[in-house]
């Protein structure tokens, strides 16, 4: 199986901070990698579908880039909004695995 | 609007059985490969299990192999898991979620809000 590996684990950040995620895939997935945002008590929101594409109705703030085994998640700007939990996940292989999380916090 | 709602999530004895459900609404459901994702509160997220439109492919991960079967019908626009054996570790809430449709990609583009499943004594 594919595993994936975010870090870091937890991020201390201000609103106006540029934050970048990584993930590191253990063999190539292409571009197959999406990344999602998540809230308490709420169900997973995507923002980045294969690496780096923005989903609809996501702000310009958030981008994807990478390919084979490692991929960013940068906000170029942190708003309030965007204190939550990211994960990372790859879809090459039949099993959709996820990264471990990343959580942002206020610094 | 495209809805995924699941239902039948509870308390369960360990080796028990229980059978989730996920009612699709919205847009074509045979046309959408469809997965299961579980997460323990506190915890990341946990890929489950795999099932493409027709229903003619499904995968698994290792932790559920051989204890869950994913199914569904199209006619009802409904998707299920069927977990037997359950264990403590089991415990979760199950999320259903949709990839876009005709295999253009395979990330999860909507998902429901999530079903609990508590598996103890």
């Known amino acids: 199986d594919i595993q994936m590996t975010q870090s870091p684990s937890t991020l201390s950040a201000s609103v106006g901070d540029r934050v970048t995620i990584t993930c590191r895939a253990s063999?190539?997935?292409?571009?197959?990698l999406a990344w999602y945002q998540e809230k308490p008590g709420k169900a997973p929101k995507p923002l980045i579908s294969?690496?780096?594409i923005l989903e609809s109705g996501v702000p310009s703030r958030f981008s994807g880039s990478g390919s084979g085994t490692d991929f960013t998640l940068t906000i170029s700007s942190l708003q309030p909004d965007d204190f939550a939990t990211y994960y990372c996940?790859?879809?090459?292989?039949?099993?959709?695995?996820f990264g471990q999380g990343t959580k942002v916090e206020i610094k | 609007e495209v809805q995924l709602v699941e239902s039948g999530g509870g308390l369960v004895q360990p080796g028990g059985s229980l059978r989730l459900s996920c009612a699709a609404s919205?847009?074509?459901?045979?046309?959408?490969?469809m997965n299961w994702v579980r997460q323990v509160p506190g915890e990341g997220l946990d890929w489950v299990s795999y099932?493409?439109?027709?229903?003619?492919?499904?995968y698994y991960a290792d932790s559920v192999k051989g204890r869950f079967t994913i199914s569904r019908d199209n006619a009802k626009n409904s998707l299920y898991l069927h977990m037997n054996n359950l264990r403590a570790e089991d415990t979760a809430v199950y999320y259903c979620?949709?990839?876009?449709?005709?295999?253009?990609?395979?990330?999860?583009?909507?998902w429901g809000q999530g079903s609990p499943v508590t598996v103890s004594s």
């Open positions: 979620a949709r990839e876009p449709p005709w295999a253009a990609t395979a990330y999860f583009d909507y």
């Open positions: 919205g847009f074509t459901f045979s046309s959408h490969s």
């Open positions: 099932i493409s439109g027709s229903g003619s492919t499904v």
């Open positions: 063999q190539s997935i292409g571009s197959w």
């Open positions: 294969d690496a780096s």
């Open positions: 996940q790859q879809y090459n292989s039949y099993s959709r695995t």
